[in-house]
Nanobody
């Protein structure tokens, strides 16, 4: 089993910053990618930022230049630094990891964290 534990959400004023952290633990052989998604009530979950094992990153257009994703591969951790926050960034943020659980099983598995609320007041 694999667990993803998120932390760092909260309430902040527009223009402020928050730092989200997600740590993966359990039956992990290697992590292919880790990223952050967000979901507003009544809307579909959307990609915010993703970091691959090769070092590449990808961001939603709405957060480019404001959010930065980084990984600590040794600790199986991914960080999302969110600056210049806007009210439209308000959502539940979910961490996702795509990984291999065994060196003899080359199937990739996706796991999600429980979500952390980010609220940006105007």
């Amino acid at each position: 089993q694999v667990q993803l534990v998120e932390s760092g959400g909260g309430l902040v004023q527009a223009g402020g910053s928050l730092r989200l952290s997600c740590a993966a633990s359990g039956s992990i052989f290697s992590i292919n990618a880790m990223g952050w998604y967000r979901q507003e009530p009544g809307k579909q979950r959307e990609l915010v930022a993703v970091s691959t094992s090769g070092g590449s990153t990808n961001y939603a257009d709405s957060v480019k230049g404001r959010f930065t994703i980084s990984r600590d591969n040794a600790k199986n951790t991914v960080i999302l630094q969110m600056n210049s926050l806007k009210p439209e960034d308000t959502a539940v943020y979910y961490c996702k990891a795509v990984l291999l659980t065994s060196p003899t099983n080359w199937r990739l598995y996706a796991y999600w964290g429980q979500g952390t609320q980010v609220t940006v007041s105007s």
